[in-house]
């Protein structure tokens, strides 16, 4: 089974940056189609950051040109770097498989001075 697994959330101070990682084993070498989602405390998730099997990318308005998503083949790992961190950025950021509908546990993003 397709399973994702986030990875690099941390403490980063207003302007940081951090490099959030998803590795998604049992895919059988295909190529999926994922996204970022961040929830903060007392808020509804929100979509951040998708990207297709052909690469291709969209943002939230909050995030676009901050944050950026791409991938690695092999490993399957997709990747969320996030630049000029707001504290509004902090939140539990979690991937999703779109096409089976699968979430990873979440990595958690504090920005704060």
């Known amino acids: 089974q397709v399973q994702p697994v986030e990875s690099g959330g941390g403490l980063v101070q207003p302007g940081g940056s951090l490099t959030l990682s998803c590795a998604i084993s049992?895919?059988?070498?295909?190529?999926?189609?994922v996204d970022w989602y961040r929830q903060a405390p007392g808020k509804q998730r929100e979509l951040v950051a998708v990207i297709t099997p052909s690469n291709k990318t969209n943002y939230a308005d909050s995030v676009k040109g901050r944050f950026t998503v791409f991938r690695t083949d092999v490993p399957d790992t997709v990747f969320l770097e996030m630049n000029n961190l707001k504290p509004e950025d902090t939140a539990d950021y979690f991937c999703?498989?779109?096409?089976?509908?699968?979430w990873g546990r979440g990595t958690q993003v504090t920005v704060s001075s």
């Open positions: 049992g895919n059988d070498g295909r190529i999926l189609a």
């Open positions: 999703h498989i779109i096409h089976s509908n699968l």
